[in-house]
């Protein structure tokens, strides 16, 4: 599969927006469920806690965008304690759309941006 194929297949999405079709596979990657969102609308097909941040990187990290260079590489050492997830997420991109959903304010400084970074990096 092509570099930018793969790149196409990997959305980013709020929890708190509305699904829609051309969303593919929806993974949620928080370790909590999003506060206030009803799994009935969230449509949710994988709740992937696995490969969220620990709690104490999530708790460090704060959402403080001055942290984010450094929460990104540890993010990434943590994530490989969890490959066989990680290959499992792969698979489910090869097979079409995915999008990584998310509950963070910040849509450029959160768990799912820094996933898809690996996920693109390390194919």
């Known amino acids: 599969m092509s570099e930018k194929i793969f790149d196409e297949r990997v959305k980013l999405k709020r929890a708190y927006e509305s699904p829609a079709v051309d969303d593919g596979t929806r993974v949620l990657v928080d370790r909590l469920w999003p506060r206030g969102a009803k799994k009935t609308e969230a449509s949710i097909d994988y709740w992937m806690k696995e490969l969220a941040p620990s709690t104490e990187l999530r708790q460090w990290f704060g959402h403080d965008p001055a942290r984010w260079e450094e929460f ?3 993010y990434a050492a943590e994530i490989h304690e969890h490959r066989d997830e990680l290959d499992r997420l792969r698979d489910l991109i090869r097979q079409g759309a995915v999008t990584l959903v998310y509950s963070a304010h910040d849509e450029a400084h959160n768990d ?4 898809r970074e690996i996920l693109l990096r390390r194919r």
């Open 72 to 74: 990104r590489r540890r």
């Open 112 to 115: 799912a941006v820094a996933l």
